[in-house]
């Protein structure tokens, strides 16, 4: 029996194994309204098939201009509810569980007529500039995401993932290069995504647990380093998140902290973190490997690992990995005899 093959339980999360689809914009919302298409039903529904234990849907906006582009899926209405659950409980039929990553762009927001941030540094002299939320406006911020979870929630998904990674709006206020902010988001950089997490997880079933996505270094001249990503994960682990899911960098132009693109690169961040924290941990980032990945779960890295671009080339990318690394099949009945 595989490692990548063995279930993994969190209090009412159960996966049938170890294996993660972690979320990937589509950019292909027809009507920019952010309601998923029938391009993301057979996207997540095909990796449902192809095998993955967790699915998690791609950055999912909580208002209109929290979005990279137009194109992207958002959660800010009522409306957009059923074509989310239609997805999901279609999903569920294959014996995968749902999750949703709910963020913010901030600066990145690339269609906004102006962006919004914890400050008005750009990304880079490319970017829009963006405007300063008030404080005010970041109260009404941490509102919007809790309403977001509402509604994922209402669609049935199993975890709730949040996007403090990456550069994107939570990332933005806990860096202290973007955040330059006097008031009391300013003073302490976790505060904004320690109330995002306090909010959402108030409004979520009590044994529901709570995935962050985080960048555990910053690789633009100046970053933070990974003590840092350690001790804001800290925080967010005070705070109520679960299990982390480590990424890295995203936030600007890149300088000389970006790891080398090696397999598993990123698995030493997700190491790090589980050890620091005692958390459970999702490793991400070239572990397309199938013996790398298991190897990753065995010795005990990481509990789940992620694979992106990997799964967009082989949507059965699950099964094959459990196939090569154990002998085991674990296709659905109608493909059996492929096997
Ligand atoms: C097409 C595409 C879209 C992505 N969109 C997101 C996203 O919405 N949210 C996110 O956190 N990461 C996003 N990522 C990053 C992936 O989740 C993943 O961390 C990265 O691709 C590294 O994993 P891999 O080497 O297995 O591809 C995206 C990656 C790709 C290739």
């Given at each position: 029996m595989a490692h990548l093959s063995s279930e993994f339980t969190l209090k009412s999360l159960n996966l049938k194994n170890r294996i993660v689809m972690p979320p990937m914009c589509?950019?292909?919302?027809?009507?920019?309204?952010?309601k998923p298409t029938d391009w993301h039903f057979v996207h997540y529904v095909s990796r449902a098939v192809g095998g993955a234990g967790l699915i998690i849907m791609e950055m999912t906006d909580v208002e209109p201009d929290g979005r990279i582009t137009d194109y992207d899926l958002g959660l800010w209405s009522d409306e957009q509810i059923p074509a989310f659950k239609r997805i999901i409980s279609e999903v569920h039929k294959y014996g995968a569980k749902v999750a949703i990553q709910i963020a913010h762009a901030g600066r990145?927001?690339?269609?906004?007529k102006v962006p919004v941030g914890p400050s008005d540094i750009p990304v880079s002299p490319e970017f829009k500039k963006p405007r300063a939320l008030s404080t005010e406006e970041v109260k009404q911020m941490v509102v919007k995401f809790k309403d977001a979870a509402i509604r994922a929630i209402e669609a049935g998904v199993d975890t709730i993932e949040l996007?403090?990674?990456?550069?994107?709006l939570i990332h933005q206020f806990h860096s202290p290069a973007i955040n330059n902010r006097e008031d009391e988001y300013g003073q302490d950089l976790a505060l904004f995504g320690v109330e995002v997490i306090q909010a959402v997880k108030s409004v979520m079933p009590e044994h529901m647990p709570l995935i962050l996505r985080i960048s555990a270094v910053e690789y633009m001249d100046g970053g933070y380093d990974l003590e840092h990503g350690i001790e804001i994960s800290r925080r967010y682990k005070e705070a109520g998140v679960d299990i982390l899911h480590v990424s890295s960098g995203g936030e600007g132009p890149v300088g000389t902290r970006k790891p080398g693109?090696?397999?598993?690169?990123?698995v030493p961040f997700a190491r790090a973190v589980k050890q620091a924290l005692d958390v459970p941990v999702i490793a991400v980032g070239l572990l397309d490997d199938a013996k790398l990945a298991e190897a990753t779960v065995a010795n005990e890295e990481a509990d789940l690992v992620a694979v992106a671009r990997g799964m967009l080339r082989d949507p059965y990318w699950a099964t094959h990995a459990i196939q090569a690394v154990s002998g085991q099949i674990s296709a659905p009945k109608q493909y059996e005899r492929a096997y």
């Open positions: 589509q950019y292909s919302v027809e009507s920019k309204d952010g990145k927001a690339e269609d906004a996007h403090g990674a990456h550069g994107y693109n090696h397999p598993g690169y990123q």
